[in-house]
């Protein structure tokens, strides 16, 4: 496809594995210049060089705990540093653990609304801090899930965290619009990444799963990112506050498939 995004500079959250490697690479091969986040630096290092050249300058690693203030501060203010200024922003970081409602401990609860919701709202205020002062018509995206909408038994937190994007990314919008700055999310069903090693790599989970999404089977990484980055590109110019559901019809209440009277 022609490249929508040159001399553009993105910033992809979680940026080193699964659906945040899709993006990355998608941006970079259309020839925006990419700054990838993550905690492990030596993760960073894998992807960098594999991200395609087609700009002149380089693509960047910012280092950095999207929970933690300082480190969102300084990973965001070096993106915008060595690029001179940034024109999108994705918010892909997020965890989940697992636990019965009963016993969950406030450590695990908080861990996941720290990264899911605290996260994604360091990020994007660094982001419009500099966004508001310099008039940049910027672009946000963040990674939510079809959990914004389905209930999620035995992960409270993520179930919450992923309500809360939903609102998070309307307020954002509604603020915003008026500076032409652009908030949607991306909803995805399930998805052939790490985080799912527990029934990607299981053929009979593997199988149950694919059995109750309607289309039959679950998505790639490559299947989020490119309506990724049509929301965070001028073909959506006029779409803010949405969430597209990615996910092969799986928030179409399959049950109702067969036929019923
Ligand atoms: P993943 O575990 O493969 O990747 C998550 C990335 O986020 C990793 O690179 C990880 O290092 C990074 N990350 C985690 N905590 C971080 C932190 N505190 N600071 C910085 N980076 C951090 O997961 P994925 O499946 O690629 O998920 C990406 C996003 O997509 C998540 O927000 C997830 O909720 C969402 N999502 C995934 C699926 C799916 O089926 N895989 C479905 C719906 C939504």
Not at 39 to 58: E, M, N, Y
Request: aromatic share 6%.
């Amino acid at each position: 496809s022609a490249r929508r995004f040159t001399n553009k500079r993105v910033f992809v959250s979680g940026g080193s594995q699964g659906i945040g490697e899709a993006i990355s690479l998608a941006f970079a091969r259309e020839g925006a210049r990419v700054a990838i986040n993550g905690r492990k630096k030596d993760k960073l290092d894998d992807l960098l060089p594999r991200l395609p050249k087609v700009t002149a300058g380089p693509h960047i690693e910012c280092v950095g705990d999207v929970s933690d203030e300082q480190s969102v501060i300084d990973a965001i203010d070096k993106a915008f540093q060595e690029f001179g200024g940034l024109d999108v922003l994705i918010c892909n970081a997020g965890i989940q653990i697992q636990s019965p409602s009963e016993s969950i401990s406030l450590a695990d609860f908080g861990k996941v609304l720290s990264v899911n919701v605290t996260g994604v709202m360091l990020c994007v205020r660094e982001v419009l801090r500099h966004w508001v002062k310099d008039g940049t018509k910027g672009s946000i995206v963040i990674n939510s899930s079809v959990h914004q909408i389905i209930p999620k038994p035995g992960f409270l937190g993520y179930s919450a965290s992923k309500g809360a994007i939903g609102n998070m990314v309307r307020t954002w919008a509604l603020e915003y619009a008026s500076r032409n700055i652009r908030v949607n999310a991306v909803s995805p069903g399930a998805i052939v990444t790490p985080m799912n090693d527990a029934w990607v790599k299981d053929p009979e989970k593997y199988k149950a799963i694919s059995e109750h999404i309607p289309m039959r089977r679950p998505g790639e990484s490559s299947e989020i990112a490119e309506p990724t980055l049509f929301l965070a590109s001028d073909q959506a110019s006029y779409i803010t506050g949405q969430t597209l559901f990615i996910d092969g019809g799986m928030t179409l209440y399959a049950d109702f498939e067969k036929n019923r009277t």
